[in-house]
């Protein structure tokens, strides 16, 4: 799906990743949404006629179903426990969107970049502990994902692999300290 197609179908994606990006003028990738097995995409074309608001790249291999609009329409008019998921889904996406826009708008790259390795690791919510990312993201998909450039979050990829709270390996990613990553963030290196 590309960003600006008139089309119209609504995608649920049954296996696989894959990642709502936009892509600037001048070539920039800002990512910002990651879209996992159980996801929907392309829902508002379908919803109110404009437009792909975003491109939708795989990350693996994916297996979609796919709805025509009127179809999605049908749905939405006939289930009204469908309906509810939506809503659901609408107003998860809506929060998730407006955390994004005041992390960007109030934060430093690495409190955004500490902030997105504890989401992709699945530990926003630990205390303590030690995650993998696997496999480990590259600086241009973490710049991408928080809204900076890539030579960005080297450097402060750099200083948290010196202060030992990641480290590579193998080609995955190593939180060793979530608590440690989080008392990090603005901390003055």
Not at 5 to 27: H, K, N, P, Y
Not at 152 to 162: F, Y
Request: glycine share 6%; with cysteine; net charge neutral.
């Amino acid at each position: 799906m590309t960003q600006q197609d008139e089309d119209a179908e609504v995608f649920f994606l049954l296996d696989g990743r894959a990642r709502a990006t936009i892509f600037s003028s001048e070539g920039k990738v800002v990512a910002y949404r990651d879209i996992r097995t159980g996801d929907i995409f392309g829902e508002m074309s379908a919803i109110d006629g404009a437009p792909r608001s975003a491109s939708v790249v795989a990350a693996t291999e994916l297996q979609v179903g796919v709805l025509s609009a009127a179809q999605f329409e049908t749905m939405v008019d006939g289930s009204k426990s469908f309906r509810w998921a939506l809503l659901r889904y609408f107003s998860h996406q809506a929060r998730s969107m407006t955390q994004r826009i005041f992390e960007f708008s109030t934060m430093l790259v690495r409190d955004r970049l500490i902030l997105e390795l504890l989401r992709l690791a699945g530990a926003t919510d630990a205390q303590e502990g030690k995650f993998v990312i696997d496999p480990a993201p590259t600086h241009f998909d973490l710049a991408a994902r928080i809204s900076t450039h890539r030579e960005a979050v080297s450097r402060e990829m750099s200083l948290l692999t010196k202060r030992g709270l990641i480290s590579k390996y193998s080609g995955s990613l190593h939180l060793h300290d979530v608590c440690g990553l989080r008392n990090n963030q603005s901390f003055q290196y």
